[in-house]
């Protein structure tokens, strides 16, 4: 059978329709507690459209909540599905993996607990090229099986695939203890937690080659975590006092939560900003320390990501999980800093941040009417302007890019030598492709001069010397 054979099919509206009528009538006979004819009108919905989760999320609850969540469906459902799971054996052996699907959707019907099914339907899903949905099936099956390998194992590649490497760490780390001799478990648990060592939240460092080695933040965060353990029970205990002495106010579940999150314990950290939410009425600072503390976990996916791009610079598969983290950070991160500056306008550093996101998600004109406004404030002028230039230069506007970029390096202090270097590289390009060779080859001299391993400069400044000299 063809690939395209066994691809999902393509919805017409007139499916659409037919299926989404199916699905608000089954909806309907549930809540009259009629499970029989609502399965029927669910399945019929997943017939109609197999790539919808909504409607196969909405049928597994529904199976689950028939047998009251017995976790063992049916009275003998294993051997009334006997036919059923040769059919789904044989379905899967030709590679008719979307015939499997319905078949697995009829043994559900028995047992939506099923393990042997699960498994066959993510198997199904991932040959159809629908991961997310191969994902779901697993997580669905995992809580009544949290430690078996059967699970873990194809649950962990997934997680690997899709960039969440924390998840896949967690999860090859009980296959390796469920069987101290795999192999694969233990390799894949080594490799990716030596690419965890990454400190939090610095994916922007990563991105620009400019993070320590993992031997030294592994140093760094033994340090910083030696450091915590000291101090910690008494800052806790002193902060707990002040929470109890003064629960309206939001400053102590702050201060709280950012000690846990120093220490590597987020859950305590959503924990305590949780429950200051009642007693400050949903206090904005902890609703915004929450948000931040979401964006953790594809923070320190980005990192290891980044990590394992420096060992496999051409894994294509890899440079897409980077770019999608990029993006999701990117799109997060805007909304946090659009709130903080929405909420308190004159804030500067959250108008700064909210503009750098609008550069990198590509909403350009908002990013440079944003930076343009920051950039008389001495704090964040040098930087404004060479993030103006960038918006300039994505614009396609190389004058206003050139005439921000030197005026920030008439502008960078002392301890903005990473930046000043940024600029001096991309004027000294954006010279030479407005064809001022002789001021791209000055200025690449310059920087040359003071890293000449910077990037590409020294290729760079060969081919305008070259350039130069024939002019």
Known sequence: MSKSANALPKMSAEQRRAALGQYERAKQVLQGGEFDYGLQLLLTCCTIDPGNLIYRKTLRQSQRAKYQDNERGQTLAYVRSLMGRFRLKRAMMRGDYLAALGLCELIFLRNPWDLGTHLTMAEAFEELECPDHALWTLEQIRSSNPNNPRVNRPLARLYEKRGNFNQAIALWELVRKADPTDQEASRKSKDLAASATIAKGRYEEVLKGEASSPSEQVDDKATEEAVSEDRNPREVANLMEK????????????????????????????????????????????????????????????????????????????????????????????????????????DIAARFEMGLRLMHVGQIEEAIKELQQIRNDPRHHAKALFYLGRCFQKHKNWRLAQRNFEEALQSFGSGEESLRKETMFHLAVGYAS???????????CELANLDFNYKNIGTLLDEWQTKASRG
């Open 243 to 346: 929470i109890k002495q003064n629960p309206k106010n939001a400053n102590g579940y702050l201060q709280l939560a950012r000690v846990y999150r120093k220490a590597e314990q987020p859950e305590k950290a959503k924990a305590i900003l949780e429950e200051g939410l009642g007693p400050t009425g949903n206090g904005f600072d902890l609703t915004q320390e929450l948000f931040d503390l979401a964006i953790d976990p594809f923070r320190q996916d980005l990192a290891i990501a980044e990590e394992r791009l420096r060992k496999k610079s051409n894994d294509k598969e890899l440079q897409q999980v980077r770019d999608k983290l990029v993006k999701e950070i990117n799109a997060r991160e805007l909304e946090y800093y659009r709130k903080r500056s929405d909420r308190v306008p004159t």
């Open 434 to 444: 407005a064809g001022e060779i002789n001021r791209a080859v000055d200025l690449g």
